[in-house]
């Protein structure tokens, strides 16, 4: 069994900076692509930001060079610095971890719980 659990989220003023984690434990033998997605109300989940396990980034334009996404393999966790946040980046934001969990296994994607972003105005 594969868990995600993210943490960082909150209420932030316009202008301020937050920082959301995810962690992954359980049975896993390989990473690949690791993921930020967000949902805000009356919307579709929309792709934040991705890197891959090359290390290759790459950002919506909404939040290009504003957001930072990283990885620590040996933690299996991924991380996203958001900065200069406005009130549009609110939002609750899941991570996704594509991964296998033995061997010979297929890559399949894996999901945190959700972390709730507010930015007030």
């Known amino acids: 069994q594969v868990q995600l659990v993210e943490s960082g989220g909150g209420l932030v003023q316009t202008g301020g900076s937050l920082r959301l984690s995810c962690a992954a434990s359980?049975?896993?033998?390989?990473?690949?692509?690791m993921a930020w997605y967000r949902q805000a109300p009356g919307k579709q989940r929309e792709l934040v930001a991705v890197i891959t396990s090359g290390g290759v980034t790459n950002y919506a334009d909404s939040v290009k060079g504003r957001f930072t996404i990283s990885r620590d393999n040996a933690k299996i966790t991924v991380n996203l610095q958001m900065n200069s946040l406005k009130p549009e980046d609110t939002a609750v934001y899941y991570c996704?971890?594509?991964?296998?969990?033995?061997?010979?296994?297929?890559?399949?994607?894996?999901w945190g719980q959700g972390t709730q972003v507010t930015v007030s105005s």
């Open positions: 359980g049975s896993i033998f390989r990473i690949n692509n």
């Open positions: 996704k971890i594509r991964l296998g969990r033995r061997p010979s296994s297929i890559l399949e994607d894996y």
